[in-house]
């Protein structure tokens, strides 16, 4: 179980207002477990039951969806989502030279975030702007034509 | 119902419009193979095994999920077909555990018997496989995620039939396996411990957990005394395990192996299962007459059931009856009465059962359920696990003669062993029941309403005191789920209410004979095996559980009278809340 978890009496007044208002919409779940996670920003087993329970499906069944959709996280996130594209057009222009330097910047594989919960890396597949390859997101936030030296200026914004 | 007119392999064939292909294929005399589809439990049509051609179509067409189309022409066994089957075996083969020799599914495993069919090469793709870590965690079954060709239909019985849904397919692709919330193993969840799971594997990734090495054990200890119980539904499968056809009652031969085994006493707990509607039906008399009871009263004799209702309603524990199941009383009772009467030591003394059950392994380690302060029961085995064993021993049944259990005290009526079908418990208890307001037996016992395969069956007793005593019996937990919303609800209009946790009752339990997809898909094995249980009713000279004469001297002289405190002390137990569970 997670036992990092703990939610605030707004997170848990949003979610029931996510419940309330999917009350009668049939087949809701996967929208349920989406706004479930823009709240929390990943979906704890407390979370997945209180699903369960407000859509009327096995807990096992909403499990089974978070792990089939890379989408859903099921390890609370670090404050800055970090994206380095290994779509094709990306990685012959040296994103895989990138994600090595972030890695040991950060001390974490893709998918895992730091200790002090500020960093979560990513390795993605083609996010659709190959014209600026190689590219690295954070939190949304797209910086393009990279070589590794850029990384040092990046961060910094970042307070890293 | 529309008709469609349509050929399988150039025979016609018409059928309803909606029916699946593999059914109408069924209808031409032409089977088509499965690995996944179960009928009645499942048509995911993830296996790919019934893949037929279909002309005009431009790919394979799935037959347990497609339905037919007026003019269609199948062909179900052409050289594109066959060579799709082997490739979609050989590719489940390069992903799968092939420790085949010794795996408990060996010559019953439905992969295999394709993969000889075939002609498959096991090892023509060699790369990744997948390795799981056995989950073991419980008392009563082995999941081996090695062997899982996720076919799902361990998923849909949990789900659909049961509505525990413990188990779900969790990842995706390569990586997708059967598995629990967060990786979580069995013990964790909401299992009920039903085993259902178990039966309808076509590999060896379910298996009972083996005790048959403890039995063995115990009998080759000279000072040990090894009492060995045998339930209702046991004799109507074991025979299955030995070359018997479906709905064989081997009770005499079953007796004689057990002896054979070297048990030092061969008993029944179809006596039990008397006692249990001496102590039951009082119960619910004892409830009907006082305004303030709880009801409708609910059986207590099936332990899948019993953690069913605990995991999930915990707050209507009330409702069930107080009674141990026949198993416990069996063990209780020898240990107890028993062993004073002949001067043995319960701590050297050994209780054995034989079930259709794997939740009764749970059910022997429950607390207070020790009435002589050792366990009740000490080891319990599946029909499986005996079949097993006695193959071990060298001992056939086919080849053995019959023989009788034990007297005095392992004797049961013919009502007992209705106990091993759906509606047996109330058939049983209503006989009694009648008996002991009316002060006279029924001029017929046959109760046909509570008989049959149908998920909710009701009926109604008019007594001479003018009682009108409502009852409903239901099998499978999904039916229970809804029996029991009624009850949370305040809708219920029943007195008394038999639940079975299996589909069919114990003959259908987790511990049974596992029969293949192709004869379950064709014939309902319930009713074959019920069928026997009646046969056995029928022509009985005992037919009445308050006429088991063992009755009598156990109440003369042990415990009085029904639910006296003796009776509650050692029959009788508490159920409670079980809330550590991911549900």
């Not at chain 1, 009327?56 to 380095?84: C, D, R, S, W």
């Not at chain 2, 409502?470 to 999904?478: D, G, I």
Request: glycine share 8%; aromatic share 6%.
């Amino acid at each position: 179980m997670s036992n990092q978890f703990k939610d605030t009496p707004e997170q848990k007044k949003q979610l029931d207002e996510v419940f309330e208002g999917l009350k009668n919409v049939p087949g809701s779940l996967m929208k349920a477990m989406q706004k479930a996670q823009d709240i929390y920003g990943y979906l704890p087993i407390e979370i997945m039951q209180r699903i369960a329970e407000a859509c009327k499906v096995p807990v096992e069944e909403v499990y089974g969806i978070a792990t089939f959709y890379a989408q859903f996280n099921l390890e609370p996130m670090g404050k800055y989502k970090i994206g380095i594209c290994l779509g094709t057009a990306c990685y012959v222009k040296g994103s895989g030279v990138l994600l090595d330097r972030v890695k040991e910047r950060l001390h974490i594989e893709p998918g895992r975030t730091t200790e002090d919960m500020m960093f979560t890396l990513e390795a993605t597949r083609c996010i659709g702007c190959c014209g600026l390859a190689p590219v690295l997101t954070v939190n949304g936030d797209v910086y393009g034509n990279l070589v590794p030296e850029d990384l040092d200026r990046i961060f910094a914004q970042y307070n890293a | 119902m529309k008709q469609v007119n349509l050929k399988i392999n150039g025979i016609p064939v018409t059928v309803d419009a909606g029916t699946r292909i593999l059914d109408a294929a069924k209808k031409a005399g032409v089977n088509i193979p499965t690995l996944c589809y179960l009928k009645d439990v499942t048509n995911d049509g993830s296996c790919r095994m019934c893949v037929v051609e279909v002309t005009g179509a431009k790919n394979l067409v799935t037959s347990c999920f497609a339905t037919v189309k007026e003019g269609m022409e199948v062909f179900t066994n052409t050289p594109k077909v066959l060579a799709s089957r082997k490739t979609t075996l050989e590719l489940i083969l390069s992903n799968h555990d092939q420790n085949c020799l010794s795996c408990v599914r060996s010559t019953n495993c439905e992969l295999q018997k394709l993969a000889v069919e075939y002609g498959c090469d096991s090892y023509k793709y060699k790369g990744e496989k997948n390795q799981y870590p056995l989950d073991d965690s419980n008392p009563y079954l082995i999941r081996d995620n090695n062997k899982c060709i996720l076919c799902r239909r361990c998923v849909a019985v949990c789900n659909k039939i049961q509505t525990v849904s413990a188990i779900g397919p969790n990842f995706r692709g390569f990586k997708t396996e059967i598995g629990s919330v967060f990786g979580h193993n069995l013990d964790a969840t909401g299992c009920v411990a039903c085993g259902q799971c178990i039966k309808v594997c076509p590999v060896g990734a379910l298996y009972e957990k083996d005790d048959t090495a403890r039995v063995m054990e115990a009998i080759l200890d000279p000072e040990k005394f090894v009492i060995v119980g045998t339930a209702p539904a046991v004799r109507v499968g074991l025979g299955e395990e030995f070359g018997y056809p479906i709905g064989s009652d081997v009770q005499g031969k079953m007796v004689t192996s057990l002896r054979r085994l070297g048990f030092d006493k061969v008993f029944d707990v179809n006596m039990t299962a008397d006692l249990t509607i001496m102590e039951e039906g009082t119960e619910l008399l004892s409830r009907l007459d006082d305004k303030n009871a709880t009801l409708p009263m609910i059986t207590s004799c099936s332990p899948g059931w019993i953690n069913f209702i605990e995991t999930y309603y915990p707050d209507l524990v009330g409702h069930l009856s107080s009674c141990k199941s026949p198993q416990q009383m069996f063990g209780a009772v020898m240990k107890t009465y028993y062993a004073e009467k002949f001067g043995i030591d319960p701590a050297k003394m050994v209780v054995v059962t034989v079930m259709p059950c794997t939740a009764k392994k749970t059910e022997v380690l429950r607390d207070h359920h020790k009435a002589s302060g050792y366990p009740d029961v000490d080891i319990t085995i599946t029909t499986r696990e005996l079949a097993r064993l006695l193959k071990r021993q060298s001992i056939n049944l086919a080849t053995l003669e019959e023989s009788d259990f034990d007297d005095p005290i392992g004797k049961g009526s013919s009502a007992g062993n209705l106990f091993g079908t759906t509606g047996g418990v109330m058939e049983a208890a209503l006989r009694t029941v009648a008996y002991v307001v009316n002060g006279k037996n029924l001029d017929k016992l046959d109760f046909k309403a509570v008989r049959g395969m149908k998920g909710i069956k009701e009926a109604k007793v008019k007594l001479d005191n003018g009682v009108e005593v409502k009852v409903a019996v239901v099998h499978s937990l999904a039916n229970a789920r809804k029996i029991m919303e009624d009850i949370k609800a305040g809708k219920s209009k029943y007195h008394f209410i038999e639940v079975m946790a299996c589909p069919g009752g114990c003959i259908n339990g987790g511990g049974q004979p596992i029969v293949s997809s192709e004869i379950l898909n064709n014939v309902d094995v319930r009713e074959l095996r019920a069928k026997a249980v009646y046969a056995r009713d029928k022509k009985a000279p005992l037919r009445l559980s308050h006429e088991n004469p063992i009755m009598k001297t156990l109440y003369d002289e042990y415990f009085g009278k029904p639910n006296s405190h003796k009776a509650h002390e050692i029959l009788h137990t508490t159920y409670k809340a079980q809330d550590a569970k991911i549900k």
